[in-house]
Each structure stands twice: as C-alpha cells, then as structure tokens.
C-alpha cells in the first residue's frame, strides 16, 4: 500500500524535481566529454555535429531543456515554501505544480520547434 503522503501532488513535485537534478547530474559528465571531444580538432567537430543531427539525440535534448526547466520550477516552487511566511493548510502552494509542469514541456517543446 502507498502511504498517504505519497499520493500528494506535492509528493510529486519532490520527486520530478529530483529526478530532473539526476538527470542534469548525469548530463554534466557526457557534456564534456563531447566538449573535450570536439578539441581534438575539425574532423572531431564534424563526427560531434554529425551525432547531435540524429532523431533520437533531438529527443534526448528535448529532455534535457524539459528537465532544466521542471527542476527550475520545482526548485523556485520550493524556495517560496521555505522563504515566504506560512499561512495555514494550503499555504504549500500545490496549485503551482501543474502549471510549472505545462510550462516546463511548452518551453521545451517551443524552443525544440526552433521558435526561440
């Protein structure tokens, strides 16, 4: 059985904002090893672009702006509970998390269409 604390949106919220800190913890280390790659000189550059064109790569960076933006967002949402006085049951601003959510895949998804 779920205990009850766990089947809360807020409960939610904690877990996407970890999860997304995870996903960036792993990022960082294939970041420069692709950094460290392309100054091994021109032809690197080249193989390095030539990857980065695949569909599945393209996805993999959609991803990654999604996750930036959802731990930005949590992480905001988290930085008003713990900085804002508390106002009583309700005050932990639980309707914030969908729309943080929304906004994190639009921003994502818009600057993935080459809009931005």
Do not use: N
């Not at 807020?10 to 790659?37: C, D, K, M, N, T």
Request: aromatic share 8%; glycine share 10%; charged share 15%.
């Amino acid at each position: 059985m779920i205990a009850r604390h766990r089947r809360d949106r807020a409960y939610l919220a904690f877990l996407g904002h970890r999860i997304s800190g995870i996903g960036l913890a792993v990022f960082l280390p294939l970041h420069f090893i692709v950094l460290a790659e392309v100054l091994a000189g021109e032809a690197a550059l080249d193989s390095v672009l030539a990857f980065t064109a695949h569909p599945v790569v393209k996805a993999m960076e959609w991803l990654l702006l999604v996750l930036v933006c959802a731990h930005l967002i949590f992480g905001l949402r988290l930085l008003m509970l713990e900085l804002r006085p508390w106002r009583g049951r309700g005050a932990d601003r639980r309707g914030w998390i969908l729309p943080g959510l929304i906004l994190a895949l639009a921003i994502g998804t818009v600057a993935m269409l080459g809009a931005v």
